[in-house]
């Protein structure tokens, strides 16, 4: 293992992992996840997790923005990736901060990119995909929090036009609670 | 120096930064910028720069987001310490996207959190902060090419509600430009 120790670099303000043989900081900062609504006759393409954290659980096609890409490039390829959907962004539905395990999420609502029967499949991550409308969306079985959130804000517009994003709810403003299983279904209020 | 070596891991697609010795894979990801369009009747507060990049050019109070701070929080952090200024924030004004450097940038519309006359002063990485009215923003000695995105989208909506936020500019949809030294004063249109 590196024998990095934790300590305050010169001229910073907050404790850096630091690499004790050769001096490298390790700036670790919160990471950026983008996602999708995905949105096809008011039903809403979800995966069900074949990976860790929350396996089997249903989520949105999200994942880690990569170096070098855009946020409207990493959601399609998330998109493409879990889904095999190929799509286009129509705007920013939810900016959200997940402040207990350093995340900043956007998502976008967006609409198959090819005309005709939406085309999608389950990706390598994923065990299964499908469209639901939104009265039979998975609501026990929704992987995280954001997930909700997004859906949400998805369900206050629709196909409107879209405008000031959503962000994170009265009821967790810094994005520290835990999905907690609920015992009956419906939308997080 | 640590022996890392650059390898594409198993179950994984791209290259990663790998350590030779232990294994430990060092995902790099963008980071997060945080910052704000802080106005007082109809004044713009602005920092020059006492710090490279671009030292003595002029830019808004933004700055790396760190863990475990919400998107707000960290904007807030930032108007602090660059120009020692409590702010209260309205709604996010920009989300760009800067892939040349591995950046996403959310910028909000805030304003001085006391009442009163604006009390701002420079802060440690700043050699000077001022208030700016747009007429008199120092276009010449703009220090991001971001820095123009953010004051267009303040002024495509001054006090009025927030919108969709503004994204990157038509110019540089994937965020790929430097600045450049504009020969005359203005925004970017």
């Known amino acids: ?34 996602g999708t609504v995905v949105v096809s006759e008011n039903k809403i393409l979800m995966c069900r997790r074949a990976i860790e954290p929350r396996r089997g659980f249903w989520t949105l096609p999200a994942g880690y923005l990569e170096l070098g890409e855009t946020l409207e490039e990493g959601a399609a390829r998330e998109a493409m990736e879990e889904a095999t959907a190929r ?13 207990r395990i350093g995340q900043v999420q956007v998502i976008f609502r ?3 990119a090819d005309p005709g029967a939406p085309a999608f499949a389950a990706g390598i ?11 039979h969306i998975p609501w026990d079985d929704i992987a995280f929090p954001t997930v909700h959130w997004a ?6 517009c629709r196909s409107a036009p879209l405008g000031l994003p959503a962000g994170n709810p009265a ?8 999905m907690v299983p609920s015992p009956s279904a419906g939308p997080v209020p």
Request: glycine letters at 8%.
């Open 125 to 135: 991550e994923s065990l299964d995909v499908a469209l639901f409308p939104w009265e």
């Open 1 to 34: 293992m590196p024998s990095f120790e934790r300590r305050i670099p010169e001229g910073d303000d907050r404790e850096r992992m630091i690499c004790a043989d050769c001096g490298h900081i390790d700036y670790q900062n919160p990471k950026v996840v983008v």
């Open 151 to 156: 859906l949400n804000a998805w369900n206050a």
């Open 110 to 112: 967006g609409r198959f």
């Open 87 to 99: 799509i286009s962004i129509d705007g920013i539905l939810g900016v959200f901060s997940v402040a």
């Open 171 to 178: 009821s967790d403003p810094r994005g520290v609670h835990r």
